[in-house]
């Protein structure tokens, strides 16, 4: 069973800092893309970040370039997003997704197969 779970969301204030963590199993996460989504409250959901498990390319949105980092743990299955100076427009909930095979440059919802639950992150002015 294909499992994607996240961890690590929670309030903080403008400016702050969070690590996401998605814990991935019952797929090979040696050869996918994993990515990190969000949707905020009367919005689409939007790619914030990606990551080829393989090459190790990588894809930033440009809200989050500069402030975000995704990083892959291959011996652990695991991708975490590391969110520095955070800004109250990052508020939303965040999804960890698997695509396979991976399709970076692009980082589109439409394109990923498997979702997690997601976890909210709310930054306070």
């Known amino acids: 069973e294909v499992q994607l779970v996240e961890s690590g969301g929670g309030l903080v204030q403008a400016g702050g800092s969070l690590r996401l963590s998605c814990i991935t199993s019952?797929?090979?996460?040696?050869?996918?893309?994993i990515g990190w989504f969000r949707q905020a409250p009367g919005k689409e959901r939007e790619g914030v970040s990606c990551?080829?498990?393989?090459?190790?390319?990588?894809y930033y949105a440009d809200s989050v370039k500069g402030r975000f980092t995704i990083s892959v743990d291959n011996a652990k299955n695991t991708v975490d997003l590391h969110m520095n100076n955070m800004k109250p427009e990052d508020t939303g909930i965040y999804y960890c997704?698997?695509?396979?095979?991976?399709?970076?440059?692009?980082?589109?919802?439409?394109?990923?197969?498997?979702w997690g639950q997601g976890t909210q992150v709310t930054v306070s002015s």
């Open positions: 990551i080829d498990t393989s090459l190790g390319s990588t």
């Open positions: 997704a698997a695509e396979d095979p991976p399709g970076l440059p692009a980082c589109t919802v439409r394109g990923y197969d498997y």
């Open positions: 019952g797929f090979a996460f040696d050869d996918v893309a």
